[in-house]
């Protein structure tokens, strides 16, 4: 006859794999975030440039308008963005400095995409005069 102590802990020992699982799982998303769907997400990357000298610009803010997807360069001035596919995105290129401080103008423009898979965008910006 078995004993109802090893069915218990048989019991046990599968309740701490769940949770240990789920823990990991829970600590992979805390640190990594959420995985993207690469099926119905769309990559665009890209650097952005000052026009007049050609050098990277960090701390430009990388906007998808109307999806709510927002990135910041980075100090080489690239850029990564996922957003959902559709045919057109509208994108923002600005400084998080307004009126006065701000360096160089804001570019609004469109882009069509071309693939499923992803969209290399190189935007160089113009001085603010």
């Known amino acids: 006859m078995k004993s109802p102590f090893l069915s218990h802990r048989r019991i046990l020992r599968s309740i701490f794999a769940a949770l240990s699982g789920s823990a990991v799982a ?3 998303q805390a640190c990594y975030g959420t995985p993207r769907d690469l099926v119905r ?3 665009i990357t ?3 440039l000052s026009a007049s000298t050609g050098q990277p610009l ?3 803010t990388v906007e998808a308008k109307g999806i709510s997807t927002t990135t910041i360069t980075d100090a080489d001035g690239f850029y990564t963005l996922y957003v ?3 045919d057109e995105y509208r ?3 600005h400084e998080s400095a307004t009126g006065e401080t701000a360096h160089f103008k804001e570019l609004d423009t469109t882009v069509t995409r071309t693939d499923n898979r992803s969209i290399v965008l190189n935007i160089k910006l113009q001085p603010a005069q």
């Open 26 to 28: 829970f600590i992979f």
């Open 46 to 48: 890209g650097t952005v």
């Open 41 to 43: 997400d769309l990559q």
């Open 91 to 93: 994108m923002d290129f």
């Open 58 to 60: 960090g701390g430009i």
């Open 84 to 86: 959902p596919l559709m």
